[in-house]
């Protein structure tokens, strides 16, 4: 007993693997169907006339975007905190009946929440701002979900035996008080069921409606300081901490420098979330307020540079592996993006430039260099680093990972390219005047130009689906067809051999 | 510091917090109150105005078209004056978008008409050529939800103080009362009668036929809500 190694228990992980997987493939494959609604309209009436209501490009994009973050984003975060958490806390779940209860709830009521989730946003029940689309019912659904996941998480930080908190836990105790401050302040509404009129009538209309509690310019300012720091907190921050585990962790390295990680972490928590107010340039929000914006997201290059520098550097004398490891190829090619996104994005934030770069496709390429780049194979990676040592079996093959790093890689490059050039070309169309100072285009000039960028995008989609389906089966596979191994795997990577 | 905080999980999480929360109460609070009064001219949505600010939201319209004029020549002379801060201050929630795969309708009223909406929302190629907008034919079916408007407008009337049934003042001086009724049947009625208004200048006998039956199709409290975006 005494020196035997902890055995932890991965259920609730294993659960969530599921779903960031299952998620997954459904955020990105209505991600697909809306690219190449835009470059083939036909499309919006995929499943016939009489379902054109549910399978039009408006009802499916909050689908899309919230089946990313709050799907396969937000199960990610979770299952590898299932993991991690355990590892890096030197405490079992299977220590405490409290705590693996508190999780399986929080995993079953997740599932509910997210029911009901697509269920409304399909009946084009939404109250419209983006990433918060859930009425009120829906709201208070994940603000319970959320609580299960504090006190599953604070509840196994109580029983640690590692008494520093690790990196990783840092980020994962913001990414939980982040989201909640933001989720809480940007959803404050009022249910209109409430109401009665004059002549005595009550519980008038749909009981699930409300009405929020700011109006025009400041519900825009809380929502975009909410929007961007939901980014923060769902794409950036937890994904930091992933790394921090997952890279020295399969790499076998020490992190390079704890004053760095002390440095970004802290500037991150300070500095993000003025940079909000970068999505309201040149809108009525007071100017100062947009200069703010402005400066901060430039500073926000250091902390974020920071983390990606340490990673980077993480690798020094072992690079390698990357050559070796297809595992660590996704985790450098994940940095990278990462600090190629932290720096897109401040300069997007620039007034001069964003005022080319607001409203068009320059800001969905950047999201998806990002998301598709940074968040998606930080959250593979670390999957497939986790699948062996859960399931007590080696991958299931080295070659499908490699096909799939390349597929797509390309398929990144080939959809931010195509942005980058689409929301440049409209933004520079909708500013241009003629000899005589009349505006030189007609807005559907400006649509119809994009046609052969929207289906290269769309291409670079669908590749990206292909290779989160090729992830998807190496997973399957390696879940039920390989021998299992007597012990959790001990070695640095199980793709050294 | 640092190393003391990495042991103590409680203290550690409040002083993320502090970090996080900073930036929210210096830019978010001190121009609250300001920000948020109406400019003249601006009055409260009528009954079926709202009603079609609900079908705008529940088709996402949003997702493609903003509301928002921003402060340069390009976009003052394709979309009319720069959008005021006041001029929003009867909107919850605020529907300014963030991308433009199609035009800003902040003052389509101005320039877009009653016939011009009615062929677009059913085919939208036949008024814009090479248009990528999909039909929206169900809006011709469906009908408004106009308890739940006024569900609504009993909300904001009592708890922000929107001014229906007062006097707000107009730009040439005269004033407007925006009218709420005092039942659900009479919301009905309200409702009914803007709904005339606008079928008066449409084509498609199923919608005039359905308002002459007393309903109110989703399309003609959508088109009375682009028309009144001036």
Not at chain 1, 75 to 102: D, I, N
Not at chain 2, 76 to 104: M, N
């Amino acid at each position: 007993m005494e020196n035997r190694p902890l055995e932890y228990d991965y259920t609730i992980a294993k659960m969530f693997m599921l779903t960031t997987i299952v998620l997954g493939i459904v955020g990105m494959l209505i991600g697909v169907i809306l690219a190449f609604q835009l470059a083939f309209p036909g499309l919006n009436l995929i499943l016939g006339d009489s379902l054109a209501e549910y399978t039009n490009f408006s009802r499916l994009r909050p689908l899309h975007t919230d089946a990313v973050i709050f799907g396969f984003t937000l199960s990610g975060v979770f299952a590898t905190w299932y993991y991690v958490g355990q590892r890096v806390l030197k405490v079992s779940m299977a220590e405490s009946k409290l705590l693996m209860t508190l999780g399986k709830l929080h995993f079953w009521l997740y599932i509910v929440v997210v029911a009901a989730a697509v269920f409304s946003l399909f009946a084009g029940v939404t109250t419209s701002k983006e990433y918060a689309e859930f009425e009120w019912p829906i709201d208070v659904g994940v603000v319970v979900v959320w609580v299960l996941f504090g006190m599953s998480m604070f509840g196994l930080i109580g029983i640690r035996r590692e008494k520093s908190l690790y990196i990783s836990v840092w980020y994962y105790i913001a990414t939980f008080l982040g989201i909640a401050m933001l989720y809480l302040f940007n959803n404050m509404e009022i249910p209109t069921m409430f109401a009665t009129s004059p002549a005595g009538e009550s519980g008038i209309g749909a009981w699930y409606h409300s009405v929020s509690m700011y109006a025009g310019t400041n519900d825009a300012l809380v929502q975009w300081w909410y929007g961007h720091n939901a980014v923060a907190f769902g794409f950036t921050v937890p994904i930091v901490g992933m790394i921090y585990y997952f890279l020295p962790k399969e790499s076998g390295q020490a992190i390079y420098s704890y004053k760095l990680s002390l440095l970004s972490f802290w500037g991150l928590m300070f500095v993000y979330l003025w940079a909000g107010g970068h999505h309201l340039l040149y809108s009525t929000v007071p100017d100062w307020v947009q200069t703010m914006a402005s400066i901060f997201s430039i500073v926000l290059i250091l902390p974020s540079w920071g983390s990606a520098i340490n990673m980077l550097l993480t690798m020094k004398g072992e690079w390698q592996q990357v050559a070796s490891s297809p595992l660590i190829k996704f985790m450098i090619l994940a940095s990278t993006f990462y600090m190629f996104s932290t720096l897109e994005g401040p300069i997007q934030a620039i007034k001069s430039v964003n005022a080319i770069a607001h409203f068009t496709d320059w800001i969905v390429g950047h999201v998806h260099d990002g998301v598709l780049g940074w968040v998606g194979f930080m959250i593979m990676a670390s999957l497939y680093h986790m699948a062996p040592r859960v399931f007590k079996r080696e991958i299931y093959s080295k070659a499908i990972m490699t096909a799939q790093f390349w597929i797509q890689t390309l398929g990144v490059v080939l959809y931010f390219t195509s942005m980058w050039i689409a929301g440049i070309t409209q933004g520079m169309m909708w500013r241009a005047h003629d000899e005589f100072g009349n505006l030189a285009y007609s807005f559907i000039d400006t649509v119809t130009v994009l046609h052969p960028y929207y289906a290269i995008r769309g291409i670079g989609g669908l590749l990206y689906l292909v290779g989160f389906l090729m992830f998807a089966y190496n997973i399957y596979k390696t879940m039920s067809s390989r021998p299992i191994e007597e012990r959790e795997l001990q070695s640095a990577s199980p793709m050294g051999a | 510091m640092f190393h003391w905080l990495e042991k103590h999980p409680f203290f550690f999480a409040v002083g993320v917090f502090i970090a996080i929360a900073f930036a929210g109460l210096v830019e978010i609070l001190p121009n609250f109150a300001h920000s948020s009064r109406p400019v003249i001219g601006t009055a409260p949505y009528s009954t079926l105005e709202l009603a079609g600010r609900h079908v705008y939201i529940k088709n996402s319209c949003n997702a493609c078209h903003s509301q928002l004029v921003r402060p340069f020549k390009s976009e003052t002379d394709r979309y009319g004056h720069y959008s005021l801060s006041g001029e929003y201050a009867y909107d919850r929630p605020f529907l300014w978008g963030s991308k433009r795969t199609g035009p800003d309708l902040m003052r389509v009223g101005n320039y877009r008409t009653t016939d011009w909406h009615e062929n677009h929302m059913k085919d939208p190629k036949s008024v814009v050529p090479g248009s990528i907008m999909p039909a929206y034919t169900w809006l011709f079916t469906n009908s408004a939800d106009i308890d739940t408007t006024y569900a609504e407008q009993l909300t904001v009337a009592k708890h922000f103080s929107v001014p229906y049934n007062q006097d707000v003042p107009m730009k040439d001086g005269s004033v407007k009362n925006v009218k709420m009724a005092q039942s659900l049947a009479e919301a009905h009625e309200i409702a009914l009668e803007e709904a005339k208004l606008v079928t008066a200048d449409m084509k498609d006998q199923d919608v005039k036929d359905a308002v002459n039956r007393g309903e109110i199709p989703e399309i003609v409290a959508l088109i009375a809500y682009l028309n009144s975006l001036k």
